[in-house]
């Protein structure tokens, strides 16, 4: 999955945008970050990353980030 497919997937599920980042910062969302070639998914809270899920391409991890945010009913509009 490539960023594109994910941002059209996320305007099709009706997926806030505010409950992710795909740049590795924000706070009280889900995170996607690149860390040297492994990228990980993880909840920030409170600058604590909770409940983190690491991936060996961003592929797996946008997929991932997508399952997560519509199984969470906190994220939609």
């Given at each position: 999955?490539?960023?594109?497919?994910?941002?059209?997937a996320i305007g099709?599920?009706?997926?806030?945008?505010?409950?992710?980042?795909?740049?590795?910062?924000?706070?009280?969302?889900?995170?996607?970050?690149?860390?040297?070639?492994?990228?990980?998914?993880?909840?920030?809270?409170?600058?604590?990353?909770?409940?983190?899920?690491?991936?060996?391409?961003?592929?797996?991890?946008?997929?991932?980030?997508?399952?997560?945010?519509?199984?969470?009913?906190?994220?939609?509009?």
């Open positions: 999955m490539t960023r594109d497919q994910f941002l059209q099709s599920n009706n997926i806030r945008s505010d409950a992710f980042d795909l740049d590795g910062q924000g706070d009280e969302r889900y995170v996607l970050a690149d860390r040297d070639g492994r990228w990980d998914v993880y909840y920030s809270e409170r600058g604590l990353e909770a409940r983190a899920h690491h991936f060996s391409t961003e592929s797996a991890a946008l997929e991932y980030l997508l399952e997560t945010l519509h199984a969470d009913p906190s994220t939609k509009l």
